[in-house]
């Protein structure tokens, strides 16, 4: 799982539904972009409110603003942020840290803040579909 609750927030017996299989609409075909558009749309958003990071940072703004119910591994958001760079979304540049260490920083793109406009509709649309089921069911 690329997005996971923290422990403490599962239910016993709870089946995880990956994201993809109930946003319709929301696959991309970009070749090797990641499938799952939960990681796109939260890196996007962080890097396009907060400006260039790393991709420490993007983790910990991410698990921060969700309060600590949204975690991403490393082994997920390094390859979707390469990716994404492939693509035009963001761009990546190396700095040197004021400690001396060398970073690779992202950034969001006008193509990046097209598709977070785009994925925003999206999950918007999800969200009202979802909260029409709840309450009407």
Do not use: F
């Not at 603003?65 to 492939?86: C, F, K, Q, T, V």
């Amino acid at each position: 799982q690329v997005v996971t609750p923290p422990d403490s927030a599962r239910l016993d017996g709870a089946v995880n539904i990956p994201v993809q299989s109930i946003c319709a609409g929301a696959q991309l075909d970009h070749g090797n972009l990641p499938r799952d558009p939960v990681v796109q749309s939260l890196v996007l958003t962080v890097l396009a409110r907060r400006g260039s990071m790393h991709g420490y940072g993007i983790a910990t703004a991410i698990r921060e603003l969700s309060e600590e119910m949204l975690r991403i591994d490393e082994g997920s958001l390094y390859p979707a942020l390469h990716r994404m760079d492939e693509v035009g979304w963001i761009t990546a540049a190396w700095v040197t840290t004021e400690a001396g260490r060398r970073a690779r920083t992202y950034k969001v793109t006008a193509a990046g803040r097209r598709q977070l406009a785009a994925e925003t509709e999206r999950w918007t649309t999800l969200a009202s579909g979802v909260a029409l089921v709840l309450r009407h069911a």
